[in-house]
């Protein structure tokens, strides 16, 4: 095809991670790593196992790591910035397939741990738990949460519009917005109370209807938007967490212009770093927060192919941002083609609605 999103971009990708404060909320600490276009010094070192980026996330887990250079100098130019919010209990490398992705075709991608709702705390309460210790209250966890995590991303867009030392210049009239689960509920949230942002890219997002507590979530969400933000909802047919009946919901309720896909035999992580790892992980979940869910998840097995998934969101999610970010003409007719088909081709089974 002439126009192909699936395919890696020709730029080397670099990493930095920062340590920010929001002094107009009480210095709310925010680490927040940024992937953009790298000098062509780092070609090629971005992609190879003995140079790409290598961390820790827990101590005594095994290390992650990135197809990007960590600290590589950055090419020259404006480029358009993604902010992306991680999922509930997360951390901001989470996606990190999509995010380099995005870097290496031209786009600055900033990703915040959303601090009180990371993985970190949601070790802590499960060791808690185990030592006899007060159950956590999801309910809780998400009334205090909810009001940060739009503000963090409009914070992040504030920094990275200001300029940040080692990371290229952002394009302010090219941003878009992007996240999964309870980051797919934040970026319809900041699609709707921050002008700045020109298209949302939300990934199975929460705020519909689902089995596990979360009205603050729901009551919260205001989709009835005063401007028309173009959306891309990619989710999975067989989401055991946040399931396809409530992702019809929030698509109804979506201001046009909008669109969803569907990816079929995929289940909530399919849409994270590292698939097989998460999934399985997630089946073995101690109680008491996703118990109502466990039984119904399939193992990994069963389900999509993880290098399907991968290929699924990079494609679509990087022609949203050129259809609407970028105003490519090319990407916004290949978004206006027969997109089932043309994953069909590549081995990806979905449905358009």
Not at 165 to 187: K, L, N, Q, Y
Not at 263 to 290: G, T, V
């Amino acid at each position: 095809m002439a126009y192909d999103p699936f395919e890696r971009g020709n730029l080397p990708v670099g990493v930095r991670t920062f340590n920010w404060s929001d002094s107009s909320r009480g210095d709310r600490f925010l680490p927040v790593e940024v992937w953009y276009p790298a000098a062509e010094a780092h070609r090629g070192q971005d992609l190879a196992e003995a140079t790409r980026d290598a961390y820790e996330l827990i101590p005594g887990f095994p290390p992650g790591w990135q197809e990007a250079v960590r600290d590589a100098a950055a090419r020259g130019g404006a480029y358009p910035l993604v902010v992306f919010s991680h999922g509930f209990g997360a951390h901001r490398r989470q996606s990190t397939f999509l995010c380099t992705h995005l870097a290496s075709h031209g786009y600055v991608v900033a990703a915040m741990d959303h601090t009180g709702n990371t993985i970190f705390e949601m070790v802590q309460m499960m060791m808690a738990g185990q030592m006899g210790g007060p159950a956590p209250d999801p309910g809780a966890i998400l009334s205090e949460i909810i009001p940060a995590r739009p503000a963090d991303a409009s914070f992040v867009i504030d920094r990275m519009v200001a300029g940040v030392e080692g990371v290229p210049a952002i394009d302010a009239d090219r941003i878009g917005m992007s996240g999964h689960s309870f980051g797919g509920w934040t970026t319809l949230m900041v699609a709707g109370r921050d002008s700045r942002v020109r298209a949302a890219l939300p990934l199975a997002p929460a705020g519909g209807w689902t089995p596990l507590p979360s009205a603050p979530l729901q009551r919260a969400l205001v989709l009835d938007w005063s401007r028309e933000v173009p959306t891309l909802y990619l989710v999975a047919d067989s989401d055991t967490i946040l399931p396809l009946r409530g992702m019809h919901e929030l698509y109804a309720r979506t201001t046009s212009p909008k669109r969803m896909v569907v990816l079929e035999n995929a289940d909530h992580m399919h849409f994270c770093d590292q698939i097989e790892q998460i999934h399985e992980l997630f089946r073995m979940m101690p109680p008491p927060i996703f118990d109502q869910v466990a039984s119904a998840i399939k193992p990994i097995g069963e389900l999509c192919a993880p290098d399907s998934a991968y290929r699924f969101v990079r494609g679509l999610g990087l022609a949203h941002m050129d259809a609407h970010v970028r105003g490519i003409e090319p990407a916004a007719r290949f978004l206006g083609g027969d997109l089932a088909a043309m994953l069909r081709v590549l081995g990806v089974g979905a449905a358009v609605v």
